[in-house]
C-alpha cells in the first residue's frame, strides 16, 4: 500500500520557513513523517492548481490511496469524481474554502459550496475537530458517518517557567489575513495605551497585501510603532522558544477548523486570550487560556484591560494548569489508519 498524498506547496522546511507558518501544512508535513518512520510509503505530490493526471497515474497501483487536501479540492472536482471509484479517495479538509474570507462574496461563494458539496457528498473526509465536523455537515447536509474528526497533535515543547507578575510581552502568531483578526487585536491595544505593553506579530506578511498594509496603518494612525514589532515569518523550531519569552498570546480569528497555535500555547503553558474557534471546547478542560465569548474587540479590549490591571487573574491563568497537553503525532498516526481501516481501504 501506498498513500498519495496531494497539497498545495511543499513541505520542506525552508520552503515553510520562508513562506510561513500554516497550521495546515505543519499538520500533514507530522502526519506524514510519522507514516514514514512506520515504513508506509507516502508520495507527496507538490500542487500548485491542478492534479496531473499523468503524472499520478504513472505512480499509482492497486490498493493505494488517495489524500488530496482542502486548499486543492475545489480545483480538482472532476479528478474525485473520475477516480473515486477506482482508487479510495479520502479529503483531508483543514478549511473549508466555504468559510474562507476570500471566498464569501456574492459571485464566488456559490460556486464554491457547489463544488466542496459534490465532493463532500462522494468521499469521506478528515477534519480536524467536532467544531468543524459540525460546521460541515450542517453546511452541506452531509451524512456524518461520512466525515471524521482527527484532532492534530503537538510537537515536543518545554514549558514556561517565568513569569511576569501582569502581562508585558503580547505575542501573535498568524498569517497576515483578514480570517486572523489582527485589526482586532489592533484596535483593541489602542484603547489601552495607557498600559505597559508590546506587541509582537509573527507571520507570513506577502499572503494578502492590501491587508497587510491596513495593518501597518492602523499602527501609524494609532501612534503604536514604537509598541508594535513586525518580526516576519517564523520557523516552527522557533515557535517554543518565543512562546517561553512572551507573556500573553492572542488571538482573534474568525474561523479556525482546530487552531494548532492554541494546542502549542498549552504545550508551552504560555496563558492565552482567543476566540472560541476549532477545539476550543477540547482546550477548555486544560485550562491556562481564556476563550471569549463573541468575536467583538471591545470584548478583547475589556479582558486584556482585566488582565493588565489585576495581577491575581493573570496568575490564575499561568497556575490554573489542570493537565498536561500531550497529545502527540504518534496517536494521531494511529487514529488515521484507524480511519483507513475503517472505510475498508486497507485490512
Not at 483578526?181 to 509573527?202: C, H, P
Amino acid at each position: 500500500m501506498q498513500i498519495h498524498f496531494f497539497n498545495k506547496g511543499s513541505l520542506d522546511h525552508e520552503a515553510l520557513r520562508e513562506n510561513g507558518v500554516s497550521g495546515g501544512h505543519l499538520y500533514n508535513r507530522y502526519l506524514i513523517d510519522e507514516l514514514r518512520k512506520k515504513q508506509i510509503t507516502v508520495i507527496y505530490y507538490a500542487v500548485d492548481h491542478l492534479i496531473s493526471v499523468e503524472t499520478f497515474l504513472s505512480k499509482i497501483a492497486e490498493g493505494d490511496i488517495i489524500v488530496i487536501d482542502s486548499l486543492l479540492v475545489v480545483d480538482n472536482l472532476e479528478f474525485v469524481l473520475a477516480y473515486r471509484n477506482q482508487y479510495p479517495i479520502l479529503g483531508m479538509i483543514h478549511l473549508p474554502q466555504i468559510f474562507d474570507p476570500k471566498n464569501q462574496n456574492a459571485e464566488v461563494l456559490p460556486t464554491v459550496f457547489e463544488v466542496e458539496r459534490r465532493i463532500f457528498e462522494s468521499i469521506p473526509i478528515i477534519v480536524t475537530s467536532p467544531f468543524c465536523k459540525e460546521k460541515v455537515v450542517d453546511a452541506f447536509g452531509l451524512n456524518p458517518n461520512g466525515v471524521y474528526v482527527l484532532e492534530p497533535g503537538v510537537a515536543d515543547f518545554e514549558e514556561k517557567e517565568n513569569f511576569e507578575q501582569l502581562p508585558f510581552k503580547l505575542l501573535s502568531i498568524a498569517t497576515f489575513d483578514v480570517r486572523k483578526g489582527q485589526t482586532k487585536i489592533l484596535n483593541a491595544l489602542s484603547q489601552l495605551k495607557e498600559y505597559d505593553w508590546e506587541m509582537d506579530f509573527y507571520g507570513n506578511i506577502n499572503y494578502d497585501p492590501e491587508y497587510t498594509q491596513v495593518i501597518y496603518d492602523l499602527v501609524k494612525t494609532n501612534g503604536l510603532e514604537d509598541r508594535v514589532n513586525f518580526r516576519g515569518s517564523i520557523n516552527h523550531a522557533q515557535i517554543n522558544e518565543v512562546m517561553k519569552r512572551a507573556d500573553l498570546f492572542v488571538q482573534m480569528s474568525s474561523f479556525e477548523s482546530y487552531s494548532m497555535v492554541i494546542a502549542e500555547c498549552l504545550s508551552s503553558r504560555l496563558p492565552f486570550v482567543s476566540t472560541r474557534v476549532g477545539a476550543y471546547r477540547s482546550f477548555d478542560q486544560y485550562d491556562g487560556g481564556i476563550f471569549l465569548s463573541d468575536f467583538n474587540e471591545d470584548t478583547l479590549e475589556l479582558a486584556l484591560e482585566n488582565l493588565f490591571e489585576d495581577k491575581a487573574a493573570y496568575r490564575k491563568l499561568w497556575l490554573n494548569k489542570a493537565k498536561v497537553y500531550d497529545r502527540d503525532w504518534l496517536k494521531v498516526t494511529d487514529e488515521f489508519m484507524t480511519i483507513l481501516k475503517h472505510q475498508k481501504v486497507i485490512n
